[in-house]
């Protein structure tokens, strides 16, 4: 395995017309989930990856699952949770700048995870251990269990990838704040956004976000910086990687995971930082540009003709 990753995928129900979701009478039914975002969006490039994660004994819990299995994710350590239902979101497009999202999740299957999910040779096999600041907002169960996934990567040196996630709805900004913290100093390499470097550390240069980041002690920071692009901090070096054209943002949830995916695609294939966190950009860029979480992932050809075509005029520098 390449990459495991741990989190909850809910259904995601979006309205098929825009505006305010009252008027809605048709919605299209999707799955999403950070973690599992993540995972098909490495399974699309070619790499492997399994998510851990519980569904609820119900039919959106098992399609959630067929889909995810036929997008080529391990799912072998997906578990049935016979008290509580799977989550689901809604997602509300109602103007091409304004997109808001639901949640239906409390008590859900996912949020009953706890240290009992966690199968050590599991993680010990992977190359990276992705998780995000979602996870231990849903529960103390959560929490305890993705502490002890990042002391069992740790003690058997698999790298812990950390993207923040802040979701500002599921928890107190204090106890986020804490927490994330807490995941920071625990994790190799980091993956925020400005907005929660921001939020984490009181700063909004990109360069002191970044510089704040390394103190706590990973040793990469990559800093999303939306539609400019991202950069990287190492304690050797920093650089900005510009992001390529979105023509038309269509439905920008999913973009930071698809990012995610990119950049860890590339380190698998021994990309320089400069070109994994580039990969990441395109990703990112072609998730924005299709409505679901997931429907925009490339295809490493896809992603290829993206990249070149967009290089021949439309990078922004
Ligand atoms: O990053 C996209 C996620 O926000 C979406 O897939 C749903 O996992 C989700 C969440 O908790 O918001």
């Known amino acids: 395995m390449d990459v495991v990753t741990i989190g909850e995928t809910m259904a995601l ?3 098929e017309t825009s505006g305010l979701m009252r008027y809605a009478h048709t919605y299209s039914r999707k799955f999403g989930g950070s973690e599992s975002n993540v995972a098909i969006g490495l399974t699309r490039l070619g790499h492997r990856s399994g998510w851990i994660s519980r569904i609820g004994d119900d039919e959106l ?3 959630m699952v067929s889909f995810i299995r036929g997008e080529g994710v391990d799912v072998s350590e997906v578990q049935v949770e016979k008290s509580a239902q799977t989550g689901i979101y809604f997602k509300e497009l109602r103007r091409e700048d304004d997109v808001r999202v639901l949640y239906y999740r409390k ?3 996912a ?6 999910d966690l199968n050590e040779e599991y993680i010990a096999q992977a190359k990276y251990l992705h998780i995000t600041g979602i996870t231990p907002a849903l529960s103390d169960s959560c929490y ?3 502490k002890e996934a990042v002391h069992l990567a740790k003690q058997n040196r698999v790298t812990v990838v950390f993207d923040p996630n802040l979701r500002k709805t599921l928890w107190s900004e204090e106890k986020a704040r804490q927490v994330l913290i807490e995941f920071v100093k625990e994790s190799d390499i980091v993956l925020p956004g400005i907005a929660e470097g921001k939020f984490l550390y009181g700063v909004d240069d990109p360069q002191q976000v970044g510089e ?3 103190e706590d002690g990973p040793t990469t920071c990559v800093l999303k910086l939306g539609p400019r692009g991202a950069q990287y901090f190492t304690r050797e070096k920093t650089e900005f990687v ?3 054209t979105v023509k038309k943002v269509i439905d920008p949830v999913g973009s930071g995971d698809g990012f995610c995916s990119g950049f860890l695609s590339g380190l698998l294939e021994g990309l320089s930082l400069y070109d994994a966190v580039r990969r990441g950009n395109g990703v990112g860029a072609m998730v924005a540009m299709v409505n679901g979480d997931v429907e925009g992932l490339p295809d490493k050809r896809d992603l290829e003709l993206f990249i070149n075509e967009t290089d021949k005029d439309d990078v922004n520098r």
């Open 13 to 15: 129900f979006t309205p």
């Open 111 to 116: 949020s009953r995870m706890s240290k009992i």
């Open 61 to 63: 819990g098992k399609a």
């Open 242 to 244: 510009p992001s390529f």
């Open 212 to 214: 704040r980041f390394l």
């Open 107 to 109: 008590n859900s299957a």
């Open 144 to 146: 305890e269990m993705l």
